[in-house]
């Protein structure tokens, strides 16, 4: 039975609100809740389309429970709390957007004794490598589109670039397997999705770093471990920096649009945009266990998915004001 009657206990409607405690983020987007133990109002959720992101897609299609806990209620670990792989990814995320566009430095509890040295030895060989860029006009270029589709459910897909330039997007990326990101197949997701969003992108330049895979040794110290991974780095550029070209000093490949298919992409989008609405309606946000351990990590929802509690050690809500973009009362 579809339970097209949801409503949420909590609500308090208006005249011209739908709730006092509702707060809009766009048309035909579900907004969001301003009590303090919700994050994305459920009562909209089960009628209006959600807001997606390829990694909000990819949590759907691993895990109703998980997309759950990250998008509906909007819970996320704590840094200190991520997997190497995770912190390390963040690290160096940050860095690089201080680099390029002389951002904030990143905050100190992204750094610790496992990370550091591995990202600062990646960085400092990319000084003295002299590694270039190409002409970037955007960091972190932000887009938001509401998808045009024949069905009701509109899914408003928003993305946040790592770099633009006049016909083209970067990603740059630190990872453990850099051969799967440069599978086209692995790749329409992500990139397909951004160039779904922007019709002007021609091509899109995949820079991925191979994550250094060294162990610090039982009687090494930090800035001996960094120095070791450092000469290694200088010895063999290319095995770091993929694609590393000595005389032009540029790294990376090359995708172009017409190498996706977007018109299927697009139809994935509008059936997520309607199995999510449908999901609250039927309280369909099941668990899915034979995908809790991935690529060699453990979901970081499972302290919840096994105890039923959400531990304020581990998680923290997103940010309200940044998800609406708007000042939350
Ligand atoms: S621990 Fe497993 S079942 Fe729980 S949210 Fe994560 S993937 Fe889903």
Redesign the pocket.
Known sequence: MVRSDYSCEYRRATDSSPCVHYIRIGSGQAGLCKLPHTFVCKEALATLAPRLSHSACQDWR?????Y??SHVLGYKIREEEKSLALKMGSLWDAICNYYLEHRVWPSSDMFDRASFPRVSALLRAAAVLDVQMPLIEHVQYTIEKQLELPETTFPVIKAVLDAAGTDFFLENKLVTRPKDYFDKFNLTSQVGTYFLLNEDFEYCIMQVVQKPEQRCRKDEQPEEFEERIYQDIISRPAHYFIGFDRKTRLFGRKFHRKEFDLAALLWTYENIGREISSAQRYDAFY???G??FQYGV?????P???TGAVSPDLYVQRSKESYADQTVE
């Open positions: 691993r895990c109703r429970r998980r759950y806990y668990p899915n266990y995908a809790c453990m979901c970081e929802y499972r919840i998915c096994e």
